[in-house]
């Protein structure tokens, strides 16, 4: 796996176990142990009440389109292949919202509001990304 | 506590060659446009005593302290700032409290970048989301735009109104890129899609270029080169959020509480607006920011943008200039630096009023917004 070529994830103090969990094949998220809020991306501190208690939940992975882009030219070399390819903002089903790609369903079909789940590709050996496939 | 209102004005602008203007640095765009904006407002080197700049976004060299030093200028106020898309208007605001408070009499606001021939990825990295190919700010845009089409029934027959329209003043106006390109209807449709739902045309073009302007106090403005404009009113507001999880996609965005400080400030209503400079990095973000001020109702913009009433001639004047669609890409300097001169009086064959068969105005609406609409400032200005 170490021909992919796009670009991956820049990770830092802040989202590294956020990224240990996908490679685990999970979509954890920190919950605010105060004030419960979810949030994302991750962060020291709640923006909504600022206490810096929170535990890494697991999110069911269900969601739905919430908006999307379709990109018809390449903007980065190493999409250049990919074209027409889609990012997506998802509407996680649990609150918070997060930008992916969406799998399984051709650019045509999508639409805002369609039903989806997530699914992990792992692209090199040390990062997994979270994905969404259109479920019905 | 006093008002700002009608306490500072602005006093000079300065241009500089934009479009594709290879082959210079970002600092030197700063120096040119300051030098212009010194000349313009009659002022020698030495009369100025603050300067803000406006970071150059793909090249962070450029520093404040650096851009005094070029200038050879010793200021007892000085910073860069930046609120991204919104960051002249801000100069603007912060400005017009130094000069108010005697911390400074003449400050100089710039911006300058060789972002077209001298950046690869400019913007590319505003909010993250490279790792699933999300480059540029036009996609983050389009995210807003689409959901916005989703909303409320907005689309292309609705953007396609504005990109005429300020391609319609772009052709009157001899400094804009677009000035020798007229646009049709049927141009705007057939123009590729980069990111849908965006067309090329609903997406501006960045520029090598820099611009600057000066505020001083409404006291010492009367003695100079130029008619004063006025700073009547002032306001923003910075949603800040990650967009991913924005709720102002679809607004309401910083126009709202922004617009609405600054035409407290004035004690004007929208009726008094003559003219709106509206920042245009996209052709939606015109809609929800015109949306957000209060000129029409939610999701009612495809009823009020028609481009014979945005155009020469039309009884809503847009983004005179051609704006950053169509004019140049120089962040909130393009808006502002386009009421400045229509207010004076000096835009030729664009000139709101009789060359134009537009209502002469006394007040404009100058808007800035940045990031994916996570900042905004307003200014009110008037001759």
Same mark, same amino acid.
């Given at each position: 796996m170490t021909s992919y070529t796009k670009p991956l994830p820049i990770i830092n103090d802040d989202n590294r176990q956020y990224w240990g969990y996908c490679k685990q094949h999970e979509l954890r998220m920190q919950q605010c142990n105060n004030c419960g809020y979810i949030r994302f991306p991750p962060g020291i501190l709640c923006p909504r009440c600022h206490s810096m208690d929170a535990s890494w939940v697991k999110l069911s992975g269900r969601g739905k389109i919430y908006s999307f882009v379709v990109y018809r030219v390449s903007y980065h070399p190493s999409y250049a292949d990919d074209i027409p390819y889609t990012v997506a903002v998802i509407q996680l089903a649990e609150g918070p919202r997060m930008e992916s790609n969406i799998t399984g369903i051709k650019v045509e079909d999508l639409k805002v509001d369609t039903p989806v789940e997530v699914c992990f590709d792992d692209v090199t050996d040390e990062v997994s990304l979270p994905k969404f496939k259109a479920v019905s | 506590m006093e008002s700002l209102k009608d306490k500072a004005a602005i006093v000079g602008v300065g241009y500089t060659p934009q479009g594709k203007v290879p082959g210079r640095t970002s600092l030197s765009f700063h120096l040119e446009a300051a030098r212009n904006a010194i000349s313009d407002a009659g002022l020698k080197i030495q009369d100025i005593d603050g300067l803000l700049i406006q970071p150059a976004m793909g090249d962070p060299s450029v520093t404040a302290a650096l851009v005094a030093q070029y200038l050879g200028v010793r200021v007892r106020f000085l910073s860069a700032l930046d609120? %991204? /898309?919104a960051s002249a208007g801000c100069q603007a605001q912060f400005a017009a409290m130094a000069v108010a408070h005697g911390l400074a009499n003449y400050v100089l606001c710039t911006y300058g970048e060789n972002a077209r021939s001298g950046v690869s990825e400019y913007g590319a990295a505003l909010n993250g989301g490279l790792e699933y190919g999300? %480059? /540029?700010p036009a996609a983050c845009y389009a995210i807003a735009a689409r959901r916005a089409m989703h909303e409320f029934g907005t689309g292309p027959e609705t953007w396609k109104e504005i990109a005429v329209a300020q391609r319609r003043w772009a052709n009157l106006n001899p400094r804009a890129s677009m000035y020798t390109r007229p646009m049709t209807y049927q141009d705007y449709y057939d123009a590729r899609i980069l990111v849908e739902p965006f067309r090329l045309f609903d997406i501006c073009q960045i520029s090598d270029s820099g611009r600057a302007f000066i505020v001083t106090t409404a006291e010492r403005a009367r003695g100079l080169k130029k008619r004063p404009v006025y700073i009547m009113g002032m306001g923003q507001d910075h949603p800040a959020t990650n967009p991913q999880q924005a709720t102002f996609l679809t607004g309401p965005t910083g126009a709202k509480l922004s617009g609405e400080q600054a035409l407290k400030m004035a004690g004007i209503t929208l009726k008094d607006i003559g003219a709106c400079e509206i920042y245009d990095c996209f052709t939606y973000t015109v809609e929800v920011e015109l949306m957000d001020y209060g000129f029409y109702g939610r999701g009612e913009g495809k009823d009020f943008l028609k481009a014979g009433r945005l155009g020469p001639g039309g009884d809503f004047p847009l983004n005179t200039s051609g704006g950053l669609l169509s004019e140049a890409y120089q962040m909130g300097f393009t808006p502002l630096t386009e009421a400045v001169v229509q207010l004076r009086g000096e835009a030729g064959d664009r000139q709101l009023g009789a060359p134009t068969r537009t209502r002469e105005p006394e007040v404009i609406l100058v808007s800035n917004n940045g990031g994916v609409m996570q900042t905004h400032s307003t200014l009110i200005l008037r001759k």
């Open positions: - | 609120a %991204f /898309g999300l %480059f /540029g």
